[in-house]
């Protein structure tokens, strides 16, 4: 079982930045590969980036490409999302994902086991 807490989110100018951080719980936190989605009012959640459980390999969005990236710390149980260059259709609720199988691709969130509660971003224009 893992527990999943995210922060970090906040109200911010369009060109601004954010970093979102996402705690987990427990010990073996290196077996999960870690995820970050988000889901705009009125839309479907998306993919945003993940990461392997080594961190050695990530994978992103085209819509974030360029400006947002994620890394962890294996020694914290922390998972981060640094976003750069946030422009206002970046406004949703974030969430952290984990999981421990690699049944599809890091895209997607049916393969993900755990999920946090969300924080809220919003790009003002």
């Known amino acids: 079982q893992v527990q999943l807490v995210e922060s970090g989110g906040g109200l911010v100018q369009a060109g601004g930045s954010l970093r979102l951080s996402c705690a987990a719980s427990g010990r073996t936190f290196i077996i999960y590969d870690m995820g970050w989605f988000r889901q705009a009012p009125g839309k479907e959640r998306e993919f945003v980036e993940a990461?392997?459980?080594?961190?050695?390999?990530?994978a992103y969005a085209d819509s974030v490409k360029g400006r947002f990236t994620i890394s962890r710390d294996n020694a914290k149980n922390t998972v981060y999302l640094q976003m750069n260059s946030l422009k206002p259709e970046d406004t949703a609720v974030y969430y952290c994902?984990?999981?421990?199988?690699?049944?599809?691709?890091?895209?997607?969130?049916?393969?993900?086991?755990?999920w946090g509660q969300g924080t809220q971003v919003t790009v003002s224009s």
């Open positions: 990461i392997s459980r080594s961190g050695g390999s990530t």
């Open positions: 994902a984990a999981r421990r199988l690699t049944p599809s691709s890091t895209s997607d969130e049916g393969s993900y086991d755990y």
